[in-house]
């Protein structure tokens, strides 16, 4: 019997599944802009109380890395290693984008999931009709994006756009000239993200430590002189 606990909190929603042997038995998710590191222990809690399944007993835990906010990212993967180190198991980080994508399912054309970076770009992946990446994540101006699919695939003429940045990605899409879907789909599912774990994982096998997947260099920089005032 494989178990994975799988949890989210790289976005503005806060989620956690509990799976075992290919059924999710107990999940949560709540959107939220802040207040994931109060709302995700509670969270997890409830699930493995719905699913009968002591959080130590799990074979797998799972996490997104991102892209997404910082401080999310950091709750996240900080809790993700304290389970795993409480269980005895091995820890596996998959993208926010890639969840996304999995959640939405085969569609006529492709499909570009974005991410709002609270800046003036966009976090952006292209996927195919299949799910499989056709690009690399990116942060990028959202006027850019219409270059994007079409150097991805010249002959497309519909696409379908998922995450929490989808509304503004159709703006520039349609004005391209293509025919554009909108997904409910604006943040990463932990069951997605449970599923697509347990299908990747292979016991014994091992795992690279999950590390936040930055786009962008970071706002903060180290001030001239350390800081220090001028004499």
């Known amino acids: 019997m494989t178990a994975v606990l799988a949890l989210d909190t790289a976005t503005n929603a806060c989620s956690a599944a509990l799976w075992v042997d290919g059924d999710v038995r107990a999940s949560r998710s709540e959107p939220m802009v802040r207040g994931h590191a109060e ?4 969270m997890i809690q409830e699930i493995a109380e719905a699913a009968d399944r002591a959080v130590k007993s799990v074979d797998l835990i799972a996490v997104t890395v991102g892209p997404g906010a910082f401080t999310g990212l950091r709750v996240g993967l ?24 999995a959640g939405v399912g085969p569609l006529a054309g492709q499909l ?12 952006v992946q292209i996927f195919n009709p299949d799910g499989q990446p056709v690009s690399e994540p990116a942060a990028i101006l959202p006027e850019s994006v219409p270059c994007l699919v079409g150097a991805c695939g010249a002959d497309a003429t519909q696409v379908s ?8 990605l159709e703006e520039y899409l349609s004005g391209g000239g293509l025919t554009v879907t909108v997904v409910d789909a ?31 260099p970071p706002d903060a920089v180290i001030p001239r002189d350390g800081g220090r005032l001028r004499p």
Request: net charge positive.
């Open 39 to 42: 709302r995700l222990v509670p």
């Open 78 to 101: 900080a809790a993700a290693r304290g389970f795993a180190l409480c269980a005895g198991a091995p820890c596996l980080g998959l993208t926010t984008l890639e969840v996304i994508a």
């Open 112 to 123: 570009v999931v974005g991410i709002d970076s609270k800046r003036t770009d966009v976090y």
């Open 161 to 168: 756009v998922a995450g929490d940045a989808a509304p503004k």
């Open 186 to 216: 604006p943040y990463p599912d932990a069951t997605v993200l449970a599923r697509l774990a347990a299908a990747r994982w292979v016991p014994g096998d091992p795992i690279k430590r999950p590390a936040p997947l930055y786009l962008r």
